[in-house]
Structures are given as structure tokens and as C-alpha cells.
């Protein structure tokens, strides 16, 4: 069996002071919490270790930082073995985010702070050879720069033979209106719940259907759009315009829902590229790993 080339995973490295409470506090009170920790987080960060977990090879590729507070970032993604050569290092403090768990309703609030953390260029970008991976998967964020990595990513494949063309994903979870146009440009795009809902999206299948709508409104081609949508499950719509509805897989306990979309998505590029699995068996593959990894606190249980 051939070995296939690591997945590149492009977007932000963040820590995040975790806080587990039996219940959402109320405003302005002092309380104990049940536990804590801290851990390295962000998207691409997320996808990247539970690719791992999955023996995918995989390199990130964001900004890191020279900070102290970065230092145990650092280790952790050396001791997972997740490649990080190409990356850039400012001086600058690396964002965070706060979060509570609270174990009543299972649910996961984050508060982040970004500082004007620099991002990645494409400049940046520019200095990596394309030819050593097999997969490139983006973060929404950022859209004038990370455009332009996308179109590299498109003209180095233009330069390819198919089966040697790097497959595309991203990450859709924030600023709809500056990332829209990010979306022709990927083979399959993530799209959120939470965003569909604050466009008034009531369904992952009209988000699909919107998505579709608007993304043919200036782009030659469509991605195959997938909604995870919590414990309703996934609906996904290929290029071809069928959609499927995929169920969700929930533990009979839900722990930990901190960073459970990133393990979707890992889950998936998992299923597509390492398994080359069909979008709907994909899917299904990502529900998995999505309900598993809510079962347990963080994501060390998923290997
Ligand atoms: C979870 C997560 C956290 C991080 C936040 C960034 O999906 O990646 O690890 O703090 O989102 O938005």
C-alpha cells in the first residue's frame, strides 16, 4: 500500500482555558467550578490532532508564537507529531478563549480573544511545495489572504494530472459575507449551524440549498456542502445536486462538546481521503467520530 502525503491544515492555533461548571453561572456571582484545564485549541489546530489521532499524517500551517504561554502549545503538537516546518512565529501573545463547560446541559460557550493576532499570508503560503501533500483544508478566516491561497492551491492543480490534484476543504463558521467567496473554490465546504442559524437558516437542508444558490450566483462550480447540524445528524448536497440526510450518532452521555465540529471534520477528510470513502459514507464517518468525541472530556478517547 502506498503511503499517502500528510493533510495540509491551514488557520489558528489558540489556547483554551477550559472551565467545567455543573451549570452556566449566573452574572455577577462567585463560584467553584467542578474541574479545569488548559489545552491547545483552534480549528485548524482541532482537525489537525484528531487527524492524527486517526493516523493521518498531517502539518499544520498557521501562526505560531515566540510567547512563553506558547511553549506547551508547541510541545503538544511536537509530541503528536504534527508538522509545523512551514509555520511563521511572531513575538506577539497567542489569542485564547475561554470556555465553560456546563455539564446540566451539555453545553460548551466560547469566548474568544483574538488581539489582532497576525494570520498567515499568502505570501507565506507561496514558500510551500504543493506537491507534497495530497489535501489542503482551510479555515474560513481572513478572506482577502486566504483567496489568494486557495487560488494558488487551484493553478498549482491546473498544473496536475487528476489524480495527482489536491482535494480542497473548508471550514465556514464565521463573517458570511467577506468568506462567501471562498466557497467556489473548494471541493467540499463545512458549513455551520451555528452561522446557518444566525442567517435565519432554520434547516441544514435550506442552508445546503441557500448555500448552493449563492455560491452558483458567481462561481462556474459548486463544492458538495455538508451542514452538521448537532443531534439532528448531517445533511449533505453533492455537486450533482443530491442531498442526503445522515443521522447523528450520540453517546449515550454527552460530556464534552468543545471543538466536537472540528472532530467532524477531521472525521470526514479521514473517511474521503485516507478511506476513499463516497460523500455519504464520509458523512456518516464524520457523525462517528463527532458523537464519540463528545462522550469523553478532550480527544485522546478518539484514537
Ligand atoms: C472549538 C475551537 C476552540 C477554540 C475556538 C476558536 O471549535 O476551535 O478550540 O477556542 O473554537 O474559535
New binding site residues.
Given amino acids: 500500500m502506498t503511503t499517502l502525503k500528510p493533510v495540509l491544515c491551514v488557520g ?1 492555533t ?1 489556547i ?1 482555558f477550559v472551565t467545567i461548571s455543573a451549570s452556566y453561572p449566573q452574572e455577577d456571582t462567585d463560584r467553584r467550578c467542578l474541574d479545569g484545564f488548559w489545552a491547545r ?3 485548524a ?2 482537525v489537525s490532532t484528531v487527524l492524527r489521532l486517526l493516523d493521518t499524517r498531517v502539518e499544520f500551517f498557521g501562526m505560531l508564537s515566540s510567547s512563553p504561554a506558547f511553549r506547551v502549545l508547541l510541545e503538544d503538537l511536537t509530541q503528536r507529531q504534527i508538522a509545523t516546518q512551514h509555520c511563521p512565529t511572531t513575538s506577539k501573545d497567542p489569542p485564547f ?1 475561554s ?1 465553560i463547560i456546563a455539564q446540566d446541559k451539555a453545553t460548551r460557550t ?1 469566548i ?1 480573544c483574538n488581539k489582532n493576532y497576525p494570520y498567515v499570508s499568502a505570501l507565506d503560503f507561496s514558500k510551500i511545495d504543493l506537491s507534497r501533500y495530497g489535501w489542503v483544508h482551510f479555515e474560513a478566516r481572513q478572506a482577502a489572504e486566504t483567496v489568494k491561497m486557495m487560488r494558488m492551491v487551484q493553478a498549482y492543480n491546473e498544473t496536475c494530472d487528476p489524480q495527482a490534484r489536491l482535494i480542497v476543504s473548508l471550514d465556514f463558521e464565521s463573517t458570511f459575507e467577506q468568506n462567501l467567496p471562498l466557497c467556489g473554490l473548494c471541493n467540499y465546504l463545512v458549513f455551520s449551524k451555528e452561522l446557518a442559524t444566525q442567517r435565519g437558516w432554520s434547516t441544514a437542508r435550506d442552508a445546503c440549498q441557500q448555500l448552493l444558490f449563492l455560491i452558483t450566483q458567481s462561481s462556474r462550480t459548486s463544492p458538495s456542502i455538508i451542514c452538521p447540524w448537532g443531534s439532528a445528524g448531517a445533511v449533505c448536497l453533492d455537486s450533482s445536486g443530491n442531498f442526503a440526510e445522515i443521522r447523528a450518532h450520540e453517546p449515550p452521555q454527552v460530556v464534552d462538546t ?2 466536537a ?2 472532530s467532524f471534520l477531521a472525521g470526514f477528510i479521514h473517511a474521503t481521503y485516507g478511506l476513499q470513502q463516497e460523500l455519504q459514507v464520509a458523512v456518516d464517518f464524520a457523525n462517528r467520530v463527532a458523537g464519540h468525541k463528545i462522550s469523553k472530556f478532550g480527544y485522546d478517547h478518539i484514537a
Fill in positions: 489558528c489558540v483554551d485549541g483552534g480549528n489546530s482541532n478563549s470556555v466560547i474568544h468543545l471543538g465540529g472540528d
